[in-house]
């Protein structure tokens, strides 16, 4: 009887094993293939066309930096970074060496370590640039989710604003930094600030380029709600917050979301030109200070600069689609 049962079962066990086996998702080798070949050949090409165009390119400091020279450039930006930081840290430990002595002969006296007096290096630029981006994208989230709601909840708010949205929207950096720059320059004024003049110059001007695509998406998401939930809304008897956090929030979220990533977009775009004329550290800095400089390398250290904002620019919109889809279940 066992022997039996077990031979019966045996049919109807491989059956559901057959069943689970064809609803589970089938990678498709072809599609991926082609998802990974079609970039590599994308890119071969461009490296391709470069590689031979750039040496017919004949500028006053030279030839067009082809590849190979920025490749170069690159491992040499890279070596000069972690030289730097080499003898910073043998800046630190000599004052802390002194500070030591120091000590031992007074114990009650004043010691203080000071900071490495180096200019800062290709990397150290690329943290200060993602560090301003980021603080004048938030600064610019903070302001345009909040009154992209209003607006989106009050078409007679939404009428009497949108003038001056049409107008402030195409201003471009380039008017907004002279003012912006003699605004932080007259008010923001301390004896020990907690943040550089230049660093809240090109914060601002970032916030003031970047926040009108999540506004304007904003709006238009929660004017969009689905007028059934609305009138559920109203039926619950939901008060003013919870309404927006359980009703409008959710049903939105993917146009914010897709404001956000167009935002974060120009504001790295924004931030290269406003440091660039407001002489403020970071890559755009980088950049004009190596035009400046009119060496051999300026070329290929300026096409470092640039393959670095584009990548860093990929990235960046990479991890907001990211959070995007974490957040926004139906997208």
């Not at 009428?159 to 008010?187: C, H, R």
């Not at 039926?235 to 979301?257: A, D, E, G, N, Q």
Request: proline fraction near 6%; hydrophobic fraction near 50%; glycine fraction near 6%.
């Amino acid at each position: 009887m066992t022997t039996l049962s077990q031979t019966d079962q045996t049919p109807a066990a491989t059956h559901w094993l057959r069943a689970l086996t064809e609803k589970l998702p089938r990678p498709n080798l072809a599609d991926t293939g082609r998802q990974l070949l079609l970039p590599i050949i994308g890119i071969l090409l461009f490296l391709g066309f470069w590689h031979l165009a750039a040496p017919q390119v004949q500028t006053s400091l030279g030839a067009f930096p082809g590849p190979g020279a920025v490749l170069e450039q690159s491992g040499q930006l890279w070596q000069e970074h972690s030289d730097q930081r080499e003898r910073a840290s043998q800046f630190i430990t000599m004052q802390e060496q002194r500070n030591e002595r120091i000590l031992a002969e007074n114990p009650v006296a004043e010691v203080k370590i000071r900071s490495y007096p180096g200019a800062p290096t290709f990397i150290d630029q690329v943290v200060t640039s993602l560090g301003t981006v980021l603080a004048g994208f938030v600064l610019a989230t903070l302001i345009a989710v909040p009154l992209g709601i209003v607006i989106g909840l009050n078409r007679h708010f939404s009428a009497a604003v949108n003038p001056l949205i049409q107008i402030f929207k195409p201003v471009s950096p380039l008017a907004w930094l002279p003012l912006v720059t003699m605004v932080v320059s007259a008010t923001y004024v301390s004896d020990d600030p907690l943040f550089e003049k230049s660093f809240v110059t090109s914060m601002i001007t970032v916030t003031l380029c970047s926040l009108w695509p999540t506004l304007i998406n904003t709006s238009v998401g929660v004017a969009a709600v689905n007028p059934d939930l609305l009138n559920v809304s109203k039926v619950l008897r939901l008060s003013f917050w919870t309404h927006v956090r359980k009703v409008v929030l959710p049903s939105s979220v993917p146009m914010i979301f897709t404001g956000l990533r167009v935002s974060l977009g120009i504001a790295w775009m924004v931030l290269i030109a406003a440091e660039m004329l407001a002489q403020s550290p970071g890559l755009g800095k980088f950049v004009w200070d190596e035009f400046q400089n009119g060496s051999s390398q300026s070329l290929s250290r300026i096409m470092v600069a640039v393959l670095a904002i584009g990548f860093i620019g990929f990235l960046l919109d990479r991890i907001m689609l990211l959070i995007q889809k974490k957040v926004a279940w139906n997208e």
